[in-house]
């Protein structure tokens, strides 16, 4: 299956079929598999390095980015858990600062994959088994780990004594899973998807959110005091002011820190918030110097990201070639106020069925000189009658983004968005592999 990737090692691509096999059984939501098979692994969750552990709709892979090039630029040995993968499985897994090797990974996925075949275990069940047991096994200073879907749920919630929780932006997403139908939880749809992302709290660890509206940090709130956890809201315990700098302030003092290299403004809301992770922790000490050098740092692929010079890009001579994998309303709007002072461009989309084809274009509308969609690799994708109900452009189909970038009329830079399946098939068709 294309979501769980291919592997020049024969050993990784074994297990990695095992992988591809596995699914969710119908209807089962919960933690009890995890943490059966934990159990028999060791547990080895319970004995990592210092934990920051990231949720969110959007924004938590890069706070995750900038948590994890702090660190290292405070000379730490980091470990770190991100997804999902772009090209390669590989890239879940950073293993003291490098991406795991094969031989380790084939290892690890057949050692928890046959330790736990009765149970019935999911892919990311599986991944997260796998994960902790590298970090678990090889030493490090710090883990930064993003959760993968909500919070509540999800197979990374069954960590304690973090050194720090952190909640990015919050937006509708995975409808069908974070908002179903339940007793004794927020119904409004918002507050539902804080109640779920607010689900790693922990009793006296740091929940470090971003700014919400009332009635969603109410829920954050509210369910920090079920559960002992200690609350620190942008607005309320810190802030930054965003402008030709991180004007970061909270009850420690005040700094003054440089913009990230990532595009987009809202990277910096990102940053601020890694900031505040570590500055309302004890458990790992570190400087403004660290601070301001690894938010420099900071990369992390397909998110406003300029594609350099590829096969891909040699398609497109003279144009810069912008690539996103946002594929919901708040990405859009992200990356509508990135181009918002640049000249129209060219948009090349391809998006997941399950998600709302008006996510990226619309709120594109009097940017764009010429609409292009192609599938979503590997998935059921939106055609392009569905897109161009929300376009202000004519909307033309290709088999894939080689033909899209041949066929673009006239001058002007392009975006491909919409979906990071998609993103992922650029990166590799223009050989730029995440590292």
């Not at 990592?48 to 290292?72: D, M, Q, W």
């Not at 004794?184 to 689900?199: D, S, T």
């Not at 810190?238 to 700098?245: K, L, R, V, Y």
């Not at 290709?398 to 992922?424: H, K, M, N, R, T």
Request: negative net charge; charged residues 20%; proline residues 7%.
């Amino acid at each position: 299956m294309k979501d769980f990737a291919i592997s020049d090692n024969p050993r990784v691509q074994a297990q990695l079929d095992r992988l591809g096999a596995l699914s969710l059984p119908q209807g089962r939501i919960g933690l009890d598999v995890i943490h059966a098979l934990l159990e028999r692994l060791g547990n080895p969750q319970r004995a990592l390095p210092p934990v920051f552990h990231v949720a969110g709709t959007n924004g938590k892979g890069s706070t995750c980015a900038y948590l994890r090039a702090i660190l290292e630029a405070q000379g730490l040995v980091v470990h770190a858990a991100t997804k999902p993968h772009l090209v390669r499985y590989n890239e879940r897994i950073r293993v003291a600062g490098k991406l795991i090797d094969d031989e380790l990974l084939a290892d690890l996925l057949e050692e928890v994959l046959d330790k736990g075949e009765d149970l019935a275990p999911s892919f990311f069940e599986v991944t997260t088994a796998a994960t902790f047991l590298a970090f678990h096994r090889i030493p490090a200073d710090a883990c930064v780990i993003e959760v993968g879907l909500g919070g509540r749920f999800d197979a990374t919630n069954v960590l304690d004594h973090q050194a720090a929780c952190g909640m990015a932006s919050l937006g509708i997403d995975h409808e069908a899973f974070l908002l179903t139908p339940e007793q004794g939880v927020p119904q409004e749809p918002l507050c539902r998807i804080a109640f779920e992302k607010a689900g790693i709290a922990r009793p006296g660890v740091p929940l470090v959110t971003q700014a919400y509206r009332d009635d969603m940090t109410r829920t954050v709130i509210e369910h920090a005091m079920r559960v002992g956890a200690r609350t620190a809201i942008r607005g309320l315990d810190w802030d930054a002011q965003i402008g030709a700098e991180i004007a970061y302030r909270d009850r420690q003092g005040e700094l003054t820190l440089p913009l990230p290299s990532l595009a987009g403004t809202h990277q910096a809301d990102n940053a601020a918030l890694a900031v505040a992770m570590l500055r309302h922790q004890s458990q790992v000490h570190v400087t403004p110097e660290a601070l301001a050098a690894g938010i420099r740092a900071a990369r992390w692929p397909a998110r406003l990201q300029l594609l350099g010079q590829g096969p891909l890009t040699e398609l497109a001579p003279g144009r810069k070639v912008w690539l996103d994998g946002g594929h919901n309303v708040d990405a859009g709007l992200a990356i509508a106020r990135h181009f918002a002072d640049a000249p129209p461009f060219h948009l090349i989309t391809g998006m997941l069925a399950s998600k709302d084809p008006a996510a990226i274009v619309a709120p594109l509308k009097g940017k764009l000189l010429s609409v292009s969609v192609v599938p979503a690799p590997g998935h059921d994708a939106h055609s392009p009658a569905d897109i161009a109900r929300h376009a202000d452009r004519p909307v033309a189909a290709f088999p894939d983004v080689a033909a899209a970038l041949q066929a673009l009329p006239g001058a002007g830079d392009v975006l491909i968005a919409g979906s990071l399946y998609l993103a992922g098939e650029v990166l590799r068709l223009n050989q730029e592999f995440p590292d």
